[in-house]
Nanobody, 120 residues
């Protein structure tokens, strides 16, 4: 089993910044792609950004130029630096991790989410 613990959410004014962190722990052989998704009230969960184990990144159009995803493979932690926040960035942000078990099975895990509220 793998646990993902997110931190860094909160209330920020439009134009401000926040940094989210997500630490993975537990039983896995390899930690592959990690990412951040978000879900606003009434909306479906959507990808914000993802990063592979060798640091290739992928961003939603809404995040490009404002958000930066990074990871520390020693700490098994992924970060999301969010700058120039907008009201429409308000959502619960979920950490996602894809792992490989020692027997070669691919698994997907989700964190419990952290709330980001941007006031206009």
């Amino acid at each position: 089993q793998v646990q993902l613990v997110e931190s860094g959410g909160g209330l920020v004014q439009a134009g401000g910044s926040l940094r989210l962190s997500c630490a993975a722990s537990g039983n896995f052989f390899r930690l592959n792609t990690m990412g951040w998704y978000r879900q606003a009230p009434g909306n479906t969960r959507e990808l914000v950004a993802a990063i592979t184990s060798d640091s290739n990144t992928n961003y939603a159009d809404s995040a490009k130029g404002r958000f930066t995803i990074s990871r520390d493979n020693v700490k098994n932690t992924v970060y999301l630096q969010m700058n120039s926040l907008k009201f429409e960035d308000t959502a619960v942000y979920y950490c996602n991790a894809k792992t490989i078990t020692s027997t070669g099975f691919a698994m997907v895990y989700w964190g419990k989410g952290t709330l980001v509220t941007v006031s206009s």
